[in-house]
């Protein structure tokens, strides 16, 4: 994909080979997230040109940026606030605060794994509510 002056090149992890229409398409939203200051981006395209799957992979690779910018910036806080503290001080803070934050992912996975166990227990219970309803009808 050719990187324009205005945008880098941006790997947007579209699972088949863009179209140049779609790369245009995940350019201008994640430009407009990226500008961050209220704006509303309206696209168009024609009917079948891919625009929801370019719409989530960009706004997927625009989410996985901005939450690693927050991270690496929480860091680098965390170090300014200990200057003029020894090198060992500053390491184990953000060791800490490294293990804080891995301790949250983990947190948050667990939610979420329960949430897809509930979600594959109800389709299981929907389609053997279909059998029955099949095999009696």
């Known amino acids: 994909m050719p990187a324009d002056d ?12 863009p179209y ?24 168009e395209s024609p009917t079948g040109t891919g625009k929801s799957l370019s719409l989530i992979c960009a706004t997927l690779t625009w989410l996985r940026a901005h939450k690693r910018g927050r991270y690496e910036a929480s860091f680098d806080a965390t170090a300014r606030g200990m200057e003029g503290e020894p090198a060992w001080m500053v ?32 389709e299981v219970r929907q389609r053997a509510k279909r059998a029955r309803v099949t095999a009696g009808g």
């Open 91 to 122: 390491e184990a803070a953000l060791r800490r605060k490294r293990e804080e934050l891995r301790a949250a992912w983990e947190e948050k996975e667990k939610v979420l794994e329960g949430v897809r166990r509930r979600e594959r227990e109800a």
């Open 20 to 43: 140049s229409v779609q790369l245009d398409f995940m350019r201008t939203v994640y430009d407009v997230l990226e500008k961050d200051n209220n704006q509303v981006g309206i696209l």
């Open 6 to 17: 205005d945008n880098p090149e941006i790997d947007f992890h579209h699972p088949y080979e």
